[in-house]
């Protein structure tokens, strides 16, 4: 029976090894606040997955509406 997920190509698999073994930044380089960093699974089709910690800026990236996301002690 042939495997019906076929292999990610090697470039995509060293992609995410790669963003996996980062280090996380804390501050952002923008405005300088805190980052929150929410880890952001990955899936693979086969069996392979990732989790990487994806950086938020609390002033930066959810100025719309941060009283939804977060508390306001944080801004």
Known sequence: MSN???DL???VKELFDTLTSLPTPEYCRH???KLLNVDTTFFSRG???W??????????DLKE??????SADVC
């Open 4 to 6: 019906p997920y076929p």
């Open 9 to 11: 190509p090697p470039h």
């Open 31 to 33: 405005c300088g606040s």
């Open 47 to 49: 069996e392979k997955f």
């Open 51 to 60: 989790t990487v910690p994806l950086p938020v800026c609390p002033k930066c």
């Open 65 to 70: 509406d941060t009283a939804t996301f977060i």
